[in-house]
């Protein structure tokens, strides 16, 4: 959130982009796991299907208007929570 209002972003994007990467943190952990039930599964596909769904609510247009400014706070969120998530399997090991 902060990265986000350091490159300007309104408190709406950064609210869904957090959700979004909310969202892939959890489905990256259900991915994670050695044990997969069919619990597993349904979860891992419910998570994936709302990824989709928050993806295919972006239009094209409108990050053209809004510019460079949130491609560049998900690329360094995504950054982030990769860091941490192979820092978490570093230490796990």
């Given at each position: 959130?902060?990265?986000?209002?350091?490159?300007g972003s309104s408190w709406t994007?950064?609210?869904?982009?957090?959700?979004?990467?909310?969202?892939c943190g959890a489905a990256a952990?259900?991915a994670a796991d050695g044990v997969?039930?069919?619990?597993?599964?349904?979860?891992?596909?419910?998570?994936?299907?709302?990824?989709?769904?928050?993806?295919?609510?972006?239009?094209?247009?409108?990050?053209?208007?809004?510019?460079?400014?949130?491609?560049?706070?998900?690329?360094?969120?995504?950054?982030?929570?990769?860091?941490?998530?192979?820092?978490?399997?570093?230490?796990?090991?």
């Open positions: 959130m902060l990265m986000g209002r350091m490159l994007q950064r609210l869904l982009i957090a959700c979004g990467f909310s969202i952990a259900a997969v039930g069919p619990i597993k599964t349904a979860q891992t596909a419910l998570l994936t299907a709302a990824m989709f769904a928050l993806g295919a609510g972006v239009h094209i247009a409108a990050l053209r208007r809004v510019g460079p400014r949130p491609l560049i706070l998900a690329t360094l969120s995504t950054v982030w929570v990769s860091s941490i998530a192979l820092a978490g399997a570093v230490l796990a090991r």
